[in-house]
């Protein structure tokens, strides 16, 4: 570790001293870039471990015996890392620091008994324990139940309706297919299949789990009674008559999402190239009569072992891959550091940025007819659904980027101007962008039983629509252009009263005030007005002891807890840039900042998030991006250093 440097605060400082502290963080920066340049891939990409909590590693295990796989070594390696993962208290949580969660806890546990794990071990007594001071198995969610009733844990009674003749309503029906978010989607459409075929894949007697069992009536999330009496009703007629088996529809349903899924899987690794889809997928296409050596079945098992990470004695399983995100994210770190725009790491990232537009349409043209394709996916291949904050992301690292050769200036200005005309045509009705989709945001829908994964709708979020502020700006778009306008509006409308913004998929209010400021200066709004130094001070109110920031995954469930947590880079470079962003680039909130970081930093260059600081589906499903350590430091070393005029 590095010595700590002296506290920036300009007024205290010699100009000697001064220097000495700016040589410091440029010392600081130049390694960052290099640790950054050293882990480049060949051909230009950046992609760092995308990580997530042990649900994977269960359901993995889970998918490897319905497979008959269960004595490979692989397994047994998955198996330990869920052992290393449970807490000392007992059970398994969702995210570092955080308390058992009842799903993630019931999974692990039936997982390592059906492994052989002895019942009686320290970490089995204490997970029993903790599962059922939680409630046992019928507290857990919906998509935990129905993938116990696959191995006869849960009865299928106590599942919700998943009927697969969803996929056959109309689009003007007020429940449908693409009323749900894209990942709900991707999900639903194979667990229909499941649902409807019921499967049963034994296991050894001794592995199964009564001792989870309280005999209470399954748990429904309830924030309307309206519609979640109504939805509760409807379930309760959709079950009684899959017990009687009146669904006349049924085949011709089951044929639409068979349909449905290969074309889904075309250039695509996976539904949705997601880890819920493709485990979902390998068992929907069982139970449609595919055979295990059947290509689209290996297709599928190929996907999910691409999404093991071996390490060791362990085996842990990755959600998805990040590569167009962590490129772009990059490219916009290391440009902002001072990079040149023709540099040779720069432009090579940029070819194969260009080489994953996205040139096809997909599942968005249903609510957005009259776009076109245009934009970016997350992942390496993912055509059917590029996503509005990749697409907005990667704009603005091109827009630091000079090509030497005429072909590829075109190239880029042709990819620019397809993108910039999808994301306009994306934007929904209340000014803001959502992540895949328009017009994604029916609240009644989240009072469906089987949406208690908290991810049902895809409506517009604060986080995305800064970001598409700062992107529309590096592009000359300003204040008197209509989506800007609306954009603005959106986003003060969003401000809670202590000068905050939510965070969807960054946690939280770190993220989302950090991001709400930087679109807000970069599209030429006047920073010194109270309601954005309101926002600038709440982050300077928030500062940890060290100098850092951090925020725990605990404020989505305790607003009162915004911005609190133990320090991490990530979300102390997101609270520097959002001060900086509000004209604050001197004060000693910001000196103590960046004295956190360069004592922080490792040696060879990089940084480390302890805490997990970004977000799948808040209350639900959280992230680690272990890149999110390395260039966002790097890139609010440099806005520093820009600002400072250093």
Not at 270 to 285: T, V, Y
Not at 585 to 597: K, N, T, W, Y
Not at 620 to 640: E, I, K
Request: proline share 6%; charged share 20%; glycine share 8%.
């Amino acid at each position: 570790m590095k010595a700590a440097v002296q506290t920036l605060t300009y007024h205290e400082q010699t100009a000697g001293a001064m220097e000495g502290v700016l040589q410091e963080v440029r010392q600081t920066l130049a390694r960052a870039q290099q640790y950054l340049l050293s882990i480049q891939a060949e051909d230009g990409h950046w992609r760092g471990e995308l990580e997530g909590d042990t649900i994977l590693e269960s359901e993995y295990v889970l998918t490897m015996h319905f497979l008959g796989r269960t004595g490979e070594e692989r397994v047994r390696k998955a198996a330990n890392y869920l052992v290393e993962k449970a807490l000392p208290e007992g059970g398994w949580a969702s995210y570092p620091g955080g308390p058992p969660e009842v799903s993630a806890s019931a999974k692990a546990y039936f997982v390592l008994k059906l492994l052989g794990h002895d019942i009686d071990a320290p970490y089995m007594q204490k997970a029993r324990r903790a599962i059922l001071e939680m409630g046992g198995l019928a507290a857990t969610n919906s998509f935990t139940r129905i993938y116990l009733a696959i191995f006869g844990q849960v009865p299928w009674e106590r599942c919700p309706a998943v009927p697969p003749e969803l996929i056959l309503l109309p689009t003007w029906f007020p429940v449908n297919l693409y009323e749900m978010s894209f990942w709900s989607r991707g999900i639903v459409v194979p667990l229909s299949v499941i649902w409807a075929s019921k499967p049963y894949c034994p296991v050894p007697e001794n592995a199964s789990i009564p001792e989870l069992w309280i005999d209470r009536p399954p748990r429904y999330s309830s924030q309307s009674r309206f519609w979640c009496h109504l939805f509760r009703c409807v379930d309760a007629g959709l079950r009684f008559l899959e017990r009687h088996h009146l669904h006349p529809r049924r085949q011709r349903a089951l044929k639409a999402c068979e349909q449905w899924m290969l074309e889904h899987f075309k250039k695509s690794d996976g539904i949705g190239s997601i880890f819920p889809p493709i485990i979902n997928s390998i068992i929907a296409l069982r139970c449609l009569g595919y055979s295990l050596d059947h290509p689209l079945t290996q297709s599928q098992i190929c996907e999910l072992q691409k999404l093991e990470i071996e390490e060791g004695e362990t085996l842990r399983v990755a959600p998805c891959f990040s590569p167009v995100w962590d490129t772009a994210l990059t490219m916009v770190a290391l440009s902002e550091s001072g990079m040149e725009p023709e540099n040779r790491s720069l432009t090579r990232a940029a070819e194969w940025i260009l080489d994953r537009e996205v040139r096809q349409v997909g599942d968005w043209k249903i609510k957005n007819p009259e776009g076109e394709p245009g934009g970016w996916y997350f992942e390496y291949a993912n055509e059917f659904y590029p996503d509005v904050d990749d697409s907005f992301q990667v704009l603005t690292a091109l827009s630091g980027i000079n090509f030497a050769d005429e072909s590829s200036r075109q190239r880029k200005a042709a990819a620019v101007d397809r993108a910039l005309r999808w994301l306009l045509s994306m934007q929904n009705r209340d000014g803001g962008w959502a992540s895949f989709d328009r017009a994604c945001d029916r609240e009644f829908l989240t009072q469906i039983p089987f949406a208690d994964h908290n991810a049902m709708i895809d409506p517009s979020t604060s986080d995305i629509t800064a970001r598409g502020l700062e992107t529309l700006a590096a592009f000359g778009f300003g204040h008197d252009h209509p989506a800007v306008l609306k954009a603005l509006r959106f986003l003060y409308k969003e401000q809670e009263p202590d000068g905050t913004w939510f965070g969807r998929w960054g946690c939280n209010y770190i993220y989302g005030t950090w991001l709400a400021l930087r679109g807000l200066q970069c599209i030429g709004e006047d920073m010194g007005q109270a309601r954005i130094q309101k926002a600038a001070q709440w982050l300077r109110s928030l500062q940890n002891a060290d100098g850092g920031w951090g925020e725990s995954q605990r404020s989505y469930e305790f607003p009162a807890e915004k911005g609190q947590g133990p320090s991490t880079p990530s979300q102390t470079a997101w609270a520097l840039m959002g001060l900086m962003a509000a004209g604050d680039a001197s004060g000693s909130s910001v000196g103590r900042g960046i004295e956190f970081l360069v004592r922080t930093q490792e040696k060879d260059g990089s940084w480390k998030d302890e805490f997990w600081t970004a977000t799948g589906f808040p209350k639900v499903f959280y992230l680690r991006y272990h890149l999110y350590a390395s260039y966002f430091p790097l890139q609010a070393l440099g806005r520093f250093l820009h600002l400072t005029g250093k």
